[in-house]
């Protein structure tokens, strides 16, 4: 069954990869026959690292976590990036509402894109917070890439080390980090929607798992708290519904299950009024007359930090 689940999930990571060259094959053939020399090489280097001691391998994990951070900060301080078209108009309208100005009547943005007023209102927090401690607001986003791009790595490290049963799994994952071009563009740089929906995802998995191990009622906070950030940024979280109540009808026995899919069902219901709420803190009132239909706002404004 184990061997069944990792052919499917190559087969899956391949299929992407070919998505996203699309037609353009050419220049794509250098990222295809890298996601190839990845997956040959990485049963070998599993297999080396597997035989490592324990030190060996916190070190080594540490050591490749630690030079990721050290490439991150020489990009933030060395490699300046613009924003324009959706992020731009989130971080400017955000960076109004943290100086006070609740002006959302200058385009019809916000309007034909009201989740992106939702992502504004939110950016528009840690802002505030950091121009009381002095931080212009490039400082504020570049700290709060680096912090949820780490706390993404070190998230997915701890998971894949859970399920693995083996520190050799986190180190690899380390590596895929400090290795993809992504980790120091989109996520750090320029950290759209998807940085915060992802880390939002992978606190939600590490904490499920740590809840089957071992219930307790704070990892339940947690595991809530991720749903409902995460379904605020990024709406398309509500596929966890059925994921969970599929969980529910799949896995046996149901006692400790009960808890956790109660709690991410009723953090998807929260999202409605906890939405509405910083709508109304934010000072924003929908406009029908720009407003998209459904299939058109689902895909507009990609962004959170954007």
């Known amino acids: 069954m184990t061997k069944l689940v990792r052919a499917v999930l190559v087969l899956i990571l391949l299929m992407a990869t070919i998505a996203n060259l699309r037609t353009d094959l050419k220049q794509g053939r250098g990222a295809l026959l890298i996601v190839l020399a990845g997956l040959a090489l990485a049963p070998r280097v599993w297999r080396w690292l597997s035989g490592r001691s324990a030190t060996t391998k916190r070190n080594l994990c540490w050591g490749l976590l630690g030079l990721t951070a050290v490439i991150e900060l020489t990009v933030?301080?060395?490699?300046?990036?613009?924003?324009?078209?959706?992020?731009?108009?989130?971080?400017?309208?955000?960076?109004?509402?943290?100086?006070?100005?609740?002006?959302?009547?200058?385009?019809?943005?916000?309007?034909?894109y009201p989740n992106n007023a939702v992502n504004a209102v939110l950016l528009a927090g840690p802002l505030w917070v950091g121009r009381l401690v002095g931080f212009n607001d490039a400082t504020t986003l570049g700290a709060l890439g680096f912090v949820m791009t780490n706390a993404l790595?070190?998230?997915?490290?701890?998971?894949?080390?859970?399920?693995?049963?083996?520190?050799?799994?986190?180190?690899?994952?380390?590596?895929?980090?400090?290795?993809?071009?992504?980790?120091?563009?989109?996520?750090?740089?320029?950290?759209?929607?998807d940085l915060p929906s992802i880390l939002a995802v992978a606190v939600i998995l590490l904490v499920w798992q740590a809840h089957q191990?071992?219930?307790?009622?704070?990892?339940?906070?947690?595991?809530?708290?991720?749903?409902?950030?995460?379904?605020?940024?990024?709406?398309?979280?509500?596929?966890?519904?059925?994921?969970?109540?599929?969980?529910?009808?799949?896995?046996?026995?149901?006692?400790?299950?009960?808890?956790?899919?109660?709690?991410?069902l009723v953090a998807l219901a929260l999202t409605l009024p906890v939405k509405q709420a910083l709508l109304t803190a934010g000072h924003y009132q929908a406009n029908d007359r720009y407003r998209l239909p459904a299939a058109s706002s689902s895909s507009g404004g990609p962004s959170w930090l954007t």
């Open 213 to 264: 191990e071992r219930p307790h009622w704070a990892k339940l906070l947690v595991l809530g708290g991720a749903v409902l950030v995460g379904q605020l940024i990024k709406p398309n979280l509500i596929v966890l519904a059925p994921a969970v109540l599929l969980t529910w009808c799949l896995v046996k026995p149901r006692r400790q299950l009960l808890a956790p899919v109660t709690t991410v």
């Open 76 to 112: 933030l301080l060395t490699m300046p990036t613009s924003v324009f078209h959706d992020p731009f108009r989130v971080r400017y309208q955000a960076s109004l509402l943290a100086s006070g100005h609740f002006d959302w009547g200058a385009s019809d943005y916000f309007y034909r």
């Open 153 to 193: 790595i070190l998230a997915c490290a701890h998971l894949a080390s859970r399920l693995a049963k083996d520190r050799a799994a986190a180190i690899l994952v380390v590596a895929w980090f400090l290795l993809n071009s992504v980790t120091y563009t989109n996520f750090l740089q320029i950290p759209y929607s």
